[in-house]
């Protein structure tokens, strides 16, 4: 896409940030640099990604609160790219199913490689995921579970999967993101990374933020409100500037039960009511 030359004569130079408001937009960290030369750090959690597309990382895990948090350290990511372990002078990684079919299937000789180098520096509870349609579905109990491991590597698969024999020998956990099916798992590691990281320590800035939100206490979260109090005609709930917060609780706990029964049935289903007087 070009841009329209001005309708004045600009001095030649540097081109001024163009100003957003308050904000300017200017050449930062790319997020690529944020992998890069970075050491092992004892204790900190790593996610490694085994995959044929290693420059999709980090991806939208390079931004915001992920981000700054992978550039302090307090997590890290690598890649490894399965065409390295290709096979042949093309470097092959998939072949024809056993049994005929359409599509190709990764090769156990090129995959199990590269989940032995991914796995080589992990220590303690450090589980395998195959990101595939019929795994079990990623949920935010997973999510704060793989919070608690040391580390996580991440098989992401593409074309028809991957030989059945890895799944197998490694003892892969299969997970899914729901029923659809996408073109490769990286998009699927991202996200499931991301609702991970957020869960370790000092990353989010407010702590009881992952305590209050959608699906932490087995409800959708409630609704929520900023300024303006009226905004087209529509107020603020006047329970929410009444400076009650016993009240402000139970309106939350209200709506969030409310909007679980209608949209979620299956997480209502399961949902244990607080006895009255708790919150």
Known sequence: MTTPPSKTNAPDGPAKPRSHGRQSVRPTLKPRELMQDTPDYAGVWRAEI??????????????????RALQEGKWQLRTHNLRDYGIGKHRNVDDTPAGGGAGMVMRADVVGPAIEEAMSGAAGRWPILYMSPRGRRFDQAMAADLAKCSGVTMLCGRFEGVDER???????????????????????????????????????????????????????EHPQYTRPAEWMGREIPPVLMSGNHGEIAKWRLAQGERLTEQRRPDMWAKYTPKPKGKS
């Open 50 to 67: 085994v995959t044929l597309f290693p420059e999709l990382f980090p991806g939208v895990l390079g931004a915001s609160l992920t981000g």
């Open 166 to 220: 890895v799944i197998e020998h490694y003892g892969i956990t299969e997970v899914s993101l729901g029923d659809f099916v996408m073109t490769g798992g990286e998009l699927a590691a991202q996200a499931m990374i991301d609702a991970t990281v957020r869960l370790l320590p000092g990353v989010l800035g407010n702590a009881d933020s992952t305590v209050e939100e959608s699906h932490s206490s087995g409800l959708l």
